[in-house]
């Protein structure tokens, strides 16, 4: 069984006094830096930060990388105590550069320090987190793995698509393992949010807004502006047809072939993008005719709970706790899976 938290990808510098201001751990979280200053993380930060915000496909150097990743393993370590093995990933175009990076920081013995007064009356706490192996494979994987997880006795070939925020990632998957030919990248959802957030600058006075509320208006269908509540509907629509035809449509006929179609069974979508109709209904179009196209069950968590079965297979013998940790752009996401312990460490 896996069990899975969601924070929303940012984070602010924050040393304000904040007592009792979130009911729990997940929604409360402010984490100390190497350097000892304290932020918001999460929806902490959306809630009482004034401007939250993450580097787009951050470096595991980067301090937002950092934080985030302190909250997943933090999260982990609430729900599970003891020892663990970390999964986490990065789509392809990052992977090569970041992984080394990554396995650096994360297997390692982490002390972790966050203030507990934003949901408690414990003040500064320390948390020991012991992180004995990790494993980064690229993102697609992870999803890929999810997939197959979920009908372990399918044996059929799909098109996998990952409709992240950052990145845009497809390839045809079969019970072998990913063919490495036909994987692309492209611009992700950013693409489209950019440019309806500009579309609205030519009608509207928009601020200081910063990308993450545009992105979260631009889910939401709508963003107040000068305290007058503006629909995004039909900007979104426009902008999420002009993506599709311009990024995503254009990779895919350059990259699958015909014979790459006949041994498919179906199209999958996941990430974020798979939430949105119209991109569904754009996908349909295009290919309906040919093969099913298909949303996954919970698409935005399919990276992360993928990477926490990779955990648990390799953990396969040791006493320890199976996880994987999604830092996305968008939101990141911890999966813990539950059943990890299986004795003699």
């Known amino acids: 069984m896996l069990k899975t938290y969601t924070i929303p990808s940012v984070i602010e510098a924050n040393s304000f006094e904040l007592n009792k201001v979130a009911p729990d751990l997940l929604h409360g979280l402010r984490i100390f830096d190497d350097r000892s200053q304290p932020y918001l993380v999460g929806d902490l930060a959306l809630s009482e930060g004034n401007a939250p915000h993450k580097t787009l496909n951050s470096s595991p150097d980067e301090n937002d990388y950092r934080l985030l990743s302190r909250a997943g393993m933090l ?22 550069v ?15 320090r966050y203030d507990s007064s ?20 690229p993102e697609l994987v992870g999803c890929d793995i999810s997939i197959r997880d979920n009908d372990p006795n399918d044996q059929s070939s799909y098109f996998i698509v990952s409709l992240g925020y950052g990145t845009f990632e497809a390839a ?11 994987m692309v990248s492209g611009s992700g959802l950013r693409y489209a949010i950019t440019g309806a957030a500009k ?48 990024v ?18 179906s199209i999958v979508l996941l990430g974020g993008g798979a939430l949105y109709d119209e991109l569904i209904e754009d996908f349909a179009n295009e290919f309906s005719q040919i093969i099913p196209v298909k949303v996954f069950p919970e698409p935005t968590l399919a990276a992360a709970k993928g990477y926490a079965i990779n955990s648990r297979r390799n953990a396969e013998g040791n006493n320890v706790n199976a996880v994987g940790l999604d830092i996305g752009n968008a ?15």
């Open 75 to 96: 999260i982990a370590s609430k729900e599970n105590d003891g020892a663990m093995y970390l999964t986490t990933g990065f789509p392809s175009l990052s992977y090569q």
């Open 248 to 265: 995503i449509s254009p990779l895919l006929s350059k990259t699958f072939n015909d014979s790459d179609f006949s041994k498919a069974s």
């Open 118 to 137: 934003t949901f408690s009356d414990n003040g500064i706490s320390e948390q020991h987190v012991s992180v004995v192996k990790t494993f980064v494979i």
């Open 172 to 182: 045809l998957s079969t019970p072998s393992g990913l063919i490495q030919r036909t």
């Open 331 to 345: 939101n990141s996401v911890v999966s813990i899976h539950k059943e990890a312990s299986y004795g003699g460490f």
């Open 98 to 112: 970041y992984r080394e990076k990554a396995a650096n920081w994360l297997q390692n013995n982490h002390v972790i």
């Open 199 to 246: 579309e609205l600058m030519r009608t509207h006075f928009v601020g200081l807004k910063t990308e993450n509320q545009f992105d979260f208006g631009f889910r939401e269908g709508k963003i107040v502006l000068n305290r007058q509540m503006i629909s995004l509907l039909e900007l979104r629509k426009k902008a999420l047809h002009q993506y599709y035809a311009q």
